[in-house]
């Protein structure tokens, strides 16, 4: 659906985009990834045509941006880091005037507009200005703007940036529920929210792209294996750290074990584990077979986050010395 | 054809909502209504005179009130223009707006057209407050009506020029008073240059003397269309809308 090839953007000190190239499937959520600065907003408007780039090109459903911008702006919808609100004008007449310029009329845009209103849970604003919106109503409306001519493709600028927690949910949801029919490209800098929104995942430091796959390879590739959460108890007494411990290295494939926290009688173990092989099922086997409780066992999905800050961190300097966690042991 | 009136109305819509439109129009009819007062005053009081001195003095109401009120209101539009302009483009590029004007599927030429006959309609609507005036003329008088449609055409050529390279000058700042201040001062200098004339006769100052818009509207306000004059203000309109065009370019190479 969206082809990047060779995306440059140089200014007349900097390079704010340095020959990105990516592909993105129909119908795929991907979050692009990067620290404040990185180039994802300039990345962004190249592809909307706001901005031409200054070497290489991309096409949008099929359309090159250079040579057919009106045919790929038909197809983008895009809601920019700050929501492109007229201040005086009302919710309704807003929509029915992006409706317009987006080349809707008559029964069709009333049709539209109603549907955005409803799936943006706007109805009962639509005859408030703009102005006088909260910050969570005018992402809302900036949302709905964007989706109004029901594009191919959807270009959400850090859509979620400055909500509190319950409208970012709302907000995720939203964006989750529209995938399918569109396909997303959204920018962030805050790392759950790739791994909650996003199937796929672009991560850009500098203008570079550092890494791009889907989350869940990602997540194993920076790992080089499973993780494991572990909840250990024991029917007689407290238990005994170090033997849990021992015992748990002792399984064949475990190559670190840390403990997150224990109680009295409860010990919380995170096992990562080296091979391909799972090893789940062989830790259930060594805890019961060792004649402790089994509470609870799950693959814990690796938090984005270190593998984030591992990719950016090897573009720049030697990686800073790791934190010795005293917990930790390393067969 | 359509995008451009999808534009323009709204930007209507956007100086009728806001007191800007009223403003204006208020300010206008006030300062209108003064001229017209005053120099329907004069015109009166010459005619006492006259007839106090009982010698035949010729009396026109199209040389003596329409003439002078029609340069006036030249030079009147000169101080509204910047305040009609300012906004265009300065209040998008603040507010971010612009980016959702150019990811639609529109073009530049089709967002400036529509921004600038907005202005242009903007300018007319006060223009009809000041014909209001003449109304009470044809009412209890006998001028000649053709000098004075010549003259709103002079008037409307000339608004338009000037409210074209307001709209330039809108798209070099995101600041509405900058643009307005740096519109009103090409608007006065322009309409000054005339004066150069006034001690000099070579050719860099005819040169200069000929791009005082205020110069052109003379033959408009006696009653005559000047082939030059027309061009001379329908290439100015052009060229500015052309700047304003290359502008909107660079805007988007330089952000």
């Given at each position: 659906?969206?082809?990047?090839?060779?995306l440059?953007?140089?200014?007349?000190?900097?390079t704010?985009?340095?020959?990105?190239?990516?592909?993105?499937?129909?119908?795929?959520?991907?979050?692009?990834?990067?620290?404040?600065?990185?180039?994802k907003?300039?990345?962004?408007?190249?592809?909307?045509?706001?901005?031409?780039?200054?070497?290489?090109?991309?096409?949008?459903?099929?359309?090159?941006?250079?040579?057919?911008?009106?045919?790929?702006?038909?197809?983008?919808?895009?809601?920019?880091?700050?929501?492109?609100?007229?201040p005086?004008?009302?919710?309704?007449?807003?929509?029915?005037?992006?409706?317009?310029?987006?080349?809707?009329?008559?029964?069709?845009?009333?049709?539209r507009?109603?549907?955005?209103?409803?799936?943006?849970?706007?109805?009962?604003?639509?005859?408030?200005?703009t102005?006088?919106?909260?910050?969570?109503?005018?992402?809302?409306?900036?949302?709905?703007?964007?989706?109004?001519?029901?594009?191919?493709?959807?270009?959400?600028?850090?859509?979620?940036?400055?909500?509190?927690?319950?409208?970012?949910?709302?907000?995720?949801?939203?964006?989750?529920?529209?995938?399918g029919?569109?396909?997303i490209?959204?920018?962030?800098?805050?790392?759950p929210?790739?791994?909650?929104?996003?199937?796929?995942?672009?991560?850009?430091?500098?203008?570079?792209?550092?890494?791009?796959?889907?989350?869940?390879?990602?997540?194993?590739?920076?790992?080089?294996?499973?993780?494991?959460?572990?909840?250990?108890?024991?029917?007689n007494?407290?238990?005994?750290?170090?033997?849990?411990?021992?015992?748990?290295?002792?399984?064949?494939?475990?190559?670190?074990?840390?403990?997150?926290?224990?109680?009295?009688?409860?010990?919380?173990?995170?096992?990562e584990?080296?091979?391909?092989?799972?090893?789940?099922?062989?830790?259930?086997?060594?805890?019961?077979?060792?004649?402790?409780?089994?509470?609870?066992?799950?693959?814990?999905?690796?938090?984005?986050?270190?593998?984030?800050?591992?990719?950016?961190?090897?573009?720049?300097?030697?990686?800073?010395?790791?934190?010795?966690?005293?917990?930790?042991?390393?067969? | 054809?359509?995008?451009m009136?999808?534009?323009?109305?709204?930007?209507?819509?956007?100086?009728?909502?806001?007191?800007?439109?009223?403003l204006?129009?208020?300010?206008?009819?006030?300062?209108?209504?003064?001229?017209?007062?005053?120099?329907?005053?004069?015109?009166?009081f010459?005619?006492?005179?006259?007839?106090?001195?009982?010698?035949?003095?010729p009396?026109?109401?199209?040389?003596?009130?329409?003439?002078?009120?029609?340069?006036?209101?030249?030079?009147?539009?000169?101080?509204?223009?910047?305040?009609?302009?300012?906004?265009?483009?300065?209040?998008?590029?603040?507010?971010?707006?612009?980016?959702l004007?150019?990811?639609?599927?529109?073009?530049?030429g089709?967002?400036?057209?529509?921004?600038?006959?907005?202005?242009?309609?903007?300018?007319?609507?006060?223009?009809?407050?000041?014909?209001l005036?003449?109304?009470?003329?044809f009412?209890?008088?006998?001028?000649?009506?053709?000098?004075?449609?010549?003259?709103?055409?002079?008037?409307?050529?000339?608004?338009?020029?000037?409210?074209?390279?307001?709209?330039?000058?809108?798209?070099?700042?995101?600041?509405?008073?900058?643009?307005?201040?740096?519109?009103?001062g090409?608007?006065?200098?322009?309409?000054?240059?005339?004066?150069?004339?006034?001690?000099?006769?070579?050719?860099?100052?005819?040169?200069?003397?000929?791009?005082?818009?205020?110069?052109?509207?003379?033959?408009?306000?006696?009653?005559?269309?000047?082939t030059?004059?027309?061009?001379?203000?329908?290439?100015?309109?052009?060229?500015?809308?052309?700047?304003?065009?290359?502008?909107?370019?660079?805007?988007?190479?330089?952000?």
């Amino acid at each position: 659906m969206i082809t990047a090839t060779g995306l440059t953007k140089r200014y007349a000190r900097n390079t704010a985009v340095d020959q990105i190239s990516f592909q993105v499937r129909k119908g795929r959520i991907v979050g692009f990834l990067g620290p404040n600065g990185a180039g994802k907003t300039t990345t962004m408007r190249m592809l909307t045509c706001f901005l031409p780039p200054t070497a290489g090109t991309a096409t949008v459903a099929g359309f090159d941006i250079l040579e057919h911008p009106l045919e790929v702006k038909r197809r983008i919808g895009y809601l920019p880091e700050l929501p492109p609100l007229y201040p005086e004008m009302r919710v309704d007449e807003y929509l029915n005037f992006v409706g317009k310029l987006k080349g809707l009329s008559g029964p069709r845009l009333r049709e539209r507009i109603e549907y955005v209103v409803e799936r943006c849970n706007i109805g009962d604003v639509r005859r408030k200005t703009t102005g006088k919106l909260s910050k969570g109503y005018r992402q809302r409306v900036g949302l709905a703007q964007a989706i109004i001519h029901n594009p191919d493709v959807l270009i959400l600028d850090e859509p979620t940036a400055g909500l509190d927690p319950k409208q970012i949910n709302e907000t995720r949801s939203l964006i989750r529920s529209l995938a399918g029919d569109h396909t997303i490209i959204l920018s962030t800098h805050i790392l759950p929210e790739v791994e909650q929104t996003c199937q796929e995942v672009l991560i850009i430091n500098r203008g570079r792209l550092v890494a791009t796959d889907s989350v869940e390879n990602l997540q194993h590739r920076a790992r080089g294996g499973e993780s494991v959460l572990l909840e250990v108890g024991s029917p007689n007494g407290p238990l005994d750290r170090a033997a849990v411990e021992r015992r748990l290295a002792r399984v064949n494939g475990v190559s670190r074990v840390a403990f997150r926290d224990s109680r009295q009688d409860r010990i919380f173990a995170e096992i990562e584990s080296s091979g391909d092989r799972s090893i789940r099922s062989d830790l259930a086997r060594a805890v019961v077979e060792a004649g402790w409780e089994l509470h609870e066992l799950r693959a814990s999905a690796m938090s984005l986050e270190e593998i984030f800050l591992q990719l950016t961190r090897e573009e720049s300097a030697p990686p800073p010395a790791e934190e010795a966690a005293p917990q930790e042991t390393r067969p | 054809m359509r995008n451009m009136w999808i534009i323009c109305r709204k930007e209507l819509r956007s100086y009728f909502v806001s007191p800007v439109a009223y403003l204006l129009l208020t300010m206008f009819a006030v300062i209108f209504g003064f001229f017209f007062w005053n120099s329907l005053g004069y015109f009166i009081f010459m005619g006492m005179e006259a007839q106090l001195r009982d010698e035949p003095t010729p009396m026109n109401v199209n040389e003596q009130i329409i003439r002078p009120l029609l340069a006036n209101l030249s030079v009147v539009g000169l101080f509204f223009i910047p305040i009609i302009t300012m906004r265009l483009f300065a209040e998008e590029k603040r507010t971010g707006t612009i980016e959702l004007l150019v990811t639609s599927p529109i073009r530049d030429g089709e967002i400036i057209l529509g921004k600038w006959l907005a202005a242009v309609l903007l300018y007319l609507s006060m223009m009809l407050f000041s014909g209001l005036s003449f109304v009470y003329l044809f009412r209890y008088g006998n001028p000649d009506w053709k000098p004075l449609l010549i003259g709103y055409l002079g008037l409307l050529l000339q608004a338009g020029a000037l409210l074209a390279v307001g709209t330039f000058i809108s798209t070099l700042t995101r600041n509405q008073i900058i643009a307005g201040a740096a519109t009103f001062g090409v608007c006065l200098l322009l309409w000054v240059l005339e004066w150069v004339s006034g001690f000099e006769t070579a050719t860099w100052a005819r040169v200069l003397a000929y791009f005082s818009v205020i110069a052109h509207f003379e033959s408009f306000a006696k009653g005559l269309i000047d082939t030059k004059d027309v061009v001379f203000y329908l290439s100015m309109t052009l060229l500015a809308l052309f700047f304003t065009a290359r502008s909107m370019e660079s805007m988007r190479w330089r952000s």
